[in-house]
């Protein structure tokens, strides 16, 4: 099975920048995804990473290091709207030889303050 | 459709009662999951539709939860007399195309929001 960590909660204030860390351990390793939810809405999709290295789109950026097994989320010039939970998403077979599904991690609450 | 679908958004069953979810997903997807969200949790992954094949149930808890997507579009998750630990959001996702393809991005619908009292 998959084992994925991130802070349960995170605070930042408006403007400034803040790093969201999502560690994993899984076997058969075929990608990871940052999701965004607000409450009571579906996930929607940030970014995609399955090399090594930075993917940075606007405002939002995710690294990747596969040997190391971490990633991370970068949100710069946080705004308000930004308060929601992210959600880090690592793809591998759920059982040996099985489909590739993506198992999600519990989510980091990010509230930004003024 | 704009994008995925379910129905109904919320519903309040009675314990031992049976409920049926329905997903919609976006015309053409391939693939489709269901997931299940308590509050304050990840989606924990509970079942996988490539077109109409059911090829992973693995997340699926007990037996009494059972899933279909017969014609390879609509899917129905069923949960057959329901317990109050069964209440959670249950979500529903599809992509273009088969899961572990390069660059898959799953699109998520609302949401069932599922209370068994």
């Known amino acids: 099975g998959q084992n994925i960590d991130q802070p349960t909660e995170m605070t930042a204030t408006e403007g400034a920048i803040v790093q969201i860390n999502c560690t994993y351990q899984?076997?058969?390793?075929?990608?990871l995804f940052w999701y965004q939810q607000h409450a009571g809405e579906a996930p929607t999709f940030l970014s995609y990473?399955?090399?090594?290295g930075l993917e940075e789109k606007g405002r939002f950026s995710s690294f990747l290091s596969r040997s190391k097994g971490y990633s991370y989320l970068l949100l710069k010039e946080l705004q308000m709207k930004d308060s929601a939970s992210y959600l880090c998403?690592?793809?591998?077979?759920?059982?040996?030889?099985?489909?590739?599904?993506?198992?999600f991690g519990r989510g980091t609450s990010l509230i930004v303050h003024p | 459709g704009a994008g995925v679908s379910q129905s109904p958004r919320y519903k309040v069953a009675k314990r031992g009662q049976d409920v049926a979810l329905r997903c919609d997903p976006i015309?053409?997807?391939?693939?489709l999951f269901w997931y299940q969200q308590a509050l304050g949790q990840g989606p924990e992954f509970l079942t996988y539709?490539?077109?109409?094949?059911?090829?992973?149930k693995s997340g699926l808890p007990s037996d009494r939860f059972f899933a279909e997507r017969p014609e390879g579009s609509v899917s129905t998750l069923k949960i057959q007399r329901t317990q109050q630990e069964d209440s959670a959001v249950y979500l529903c996702?599809?992509?273009?195309?088969?899961?572990?393809?390069?660059?898959?991005?799953?699109?998520f619908g609302p949401g069932t929001r599922l209370l068994v009292l």
């Open positions: 015309s053409g997807h391939v693939s």
């Open positions: 539709f490539q077109n109409e094949a059911q090829l992973d």
């Open positions: 990473n399955v090399l090594d």
């Open positions: 996702a599809s992509t273009t195309v088969p899961s572990g393809r390069a660059g898959e991005t799953q699109y």
């Open positions: 998403a690592v793809r591998a077979p759920s059982l040996p030889g099985g489909s590739y599904i993506p198992t």
């Open positions: 899984t076997s058969g390793f075929n990608g």
